[in-house]
């Protein structure tokens, strides 16, 4: 980072403990930021199943456009890709899940434990 520079997020004074920051929120309205973030978390996973299921349907539904060695080439490099993308989607799909897990169940602790610290997120 460059000297003389803050970062983004510290300099955001919403994010700052102190007065009007993250640290005087009160738990609830944390718990519901965490559960609305889940939701769209959710529906970001619902989005991934959906195009890992059209790269699927691409790959079943193609065939080879001609007779020629070149052809069936080219038709056998592309459901390579497709299926290589759908297990792409299918995964980032599980962690994106995963994740939206993880939020709600942060969302509950914030509630009966008081929790202030950071969720570890897996690369």
């Known amino acids: 980072m460059p000297e003389g520079r803050g970062s983004r997020i510290s300099d955001d004074p919403g994010l700052r403990p102190g007065a009007g920051g993250c640290a005087t929120r009160n738990p609830q309205e944390k718990a519901d930021r965490l559960r609305a973030g889940a ?73 009966s434990t008081g929790f202030r610290g950071r969720l570890a997120v897996a690369p």
């Not at 038709?75 to 709600?104: I, M």
């Open 39 to 111: 939701d769209l978390l959710d529906q970001a996973a619902a989005a991934d199943d959906k195009a890992a299921g059209r790269f699927a349907e691409a790959r079943v539904d193609s065939t080879p456009f001609g007779i020629s060695p070149q052809a069936r080439e080219l038709a056998a490099r592309w459901a390579t890709a497709l299926a290589a993308r759908e297990a792409d989607a299918r995964v980032l799909g599980d962690a994106t899940s995963d994740l939206a897990g993880r939020l709600r169940m942060s969302a509950g602790s914030t509630r």
